[in-house]
């Protein structure tokens, strides 16, 4: 069994295009069904993170491929504008 708060360490690749989306943030749950329903990352930053953050990513449970020791890889298709710096 995995805790939530061992997750919030790992990386979160997508196998699309082997880009790091970063770790996770928040995680998004369906109290009433028990299961988590998506995986929420901070958006990239703008110029040094002096003007705020773009909208966060949200990367339902459906589209989590493997949980790693040390890497969550997802498959996401159409992220163009994820910070991939670490």
């Known amino acids: 069994m995995i805790k939530i708060s061992d997750l919030r360490l790992r990386d979160v ?8 989306l970063g ?10 069904a028990g299961r988590v ?7 990239a930053g703008r ?6 953050r ?3 990513i949200v990367i ?5 491929r493997t949980i790693g020791v040390d890497v969550i890889l997802v498959e996401v298709q ?3 504008d994820v910070n991939h710096s670490p």
């Open 13 to 20: 690749v997508n196998i699309v295009d082997g880009r790091r």
């Open 78 to 80: 159409g992220f163009t």
């Open 60 to 64: 339902p449970w459906e589209k989590i």
């Open 47 to 52: 110029v040094m993170a002096l003007f705020g």
């Open 23 to 32: 770790v996770i943030k928040d995680i998004e749950l369906d109290l009433e």
């Open 37 to 43: 329903k998506a995986l929420i990352l901070p958006g």
């Open 54 to 56: 773009n909208d966060d």
